[in-house]
T-cell receptor, first 109, second 119 residues
Framework: QKEVEQDPGPLSVPEGAIVSLNCTYSNSAFQYFMWYRQYSRKGPELLMY????GNKEDGRFTAQVDKSSKYISLFIRDSQPSDSATYLCAMIAGGKLIFGQGTELSVKP | SAVISQKPSRDICQRGTSLTIQCQVDSQVTMMFWYRQQPGQSLTLIATANQGSEATYESGFVIDKFPISRPNLTFSTLTVSNMSPEDSSIYLC????????????????FGPGTRLTVT
């Protein structure tokens, strides 16, 4: 079983839709939870990070962590074509980043 | 933030040959990381390279297959040796950023990657 599971998609939504991206994990030692965004032929860039259970909002993006269920989510409101990218969840344990597979998102105009 | 460049951006190589990937950072950094991103797979850490010391390899990766150099604080190379089609992947260089406001979280900055195809 992988430490971090993420549905690779692809996920296609119309512009303006609410997008929900999710990851599950098995290691209770994970402390920090991150979301990276990777555009085609680019390296990943950090989008958001959280530490505790609960929600964290940044503009159209909301990161949610439920440590009891070992489940994290990223919500994108009013999705735009420019949000089309691969979204990778990542977690830190022992100082190392462990990534999910990434979910490919396409937002159609 | 750090600006990272990688060379080459892509290459097609024959099996049995070796390819050296270069990573250049626009500022001095202590730790540099090399990742592999295979199609449909997670971004996987190959090794951590500190200047002036031997690279530390993750489970499943060995120095003979992926030798790494770190001659100074802004540059590193990763060599993929004796390549086979299974080595076809994107290889990414990464560095650690400044500590976040939350404390204890080091953002990692990634290069654009080197897309390697082995035939």
């Amino acid at each position: 079983q992988k430490e971090v599971e993420q549905d690779p998609g692809p996920l296609s939504v119309p512009e303006g839709a609410i997008v929900s991206l999710n990851c599950t994990y098995s290691n209770s030692a994970f402390q920090y939870f991150m979301w990276y965004r990777q555009y085609s032929r680019k390296g990943p860039e950090l989008l958001m990070y959280t530490y505790s259970s609960g929600n964290k909002e940044d503009g159209r993006f909301t990161a949610q962590v439920d440590k009891s269920s070992k489940y994290i989510s990223l919500f994108i409101r009013d999705s735009q074509p420019s949000d089309s990218a691969t979204y990778l969840c990542a977690m830190i344990a022992g100082g190392k980043l462990i990534f999910g597979q990434g979910t490919e998102l396409s937002v159609k105009p | 933030s750090a600006v990272i460049s990688q060379k080459p951006s892509r290459d097609i190589c024959q099996r049995g040959t070796s390819l050296t990937i270069q990573c250049q950072v626009d500022s001095q950094v202590t730790m540099m990381f090399w990742y592999r991103q295979q199609p449909g797979q997670s971004l996987t850490l190959i090794a951590t390279a500190n200047q002036g010391s031997e690279a530390t390899y993750e489970s499943g990766f060995v120095i003979d297959k992926f030798p790494i150099s770190r001659p100074n604080l802004t540059f590193s190379t990763l060599t993929v040796s004796n390549m086979s089609p299974e080595d076809s992947s994107i290889y990414l260089c990464s560095v650690e950023g400044v500590k976040s406001k939350a404390g204890g979280v080091y953002e990692q900055y990634f290069g654009p990657g080197t897309r390697l195809t082995v035939t």
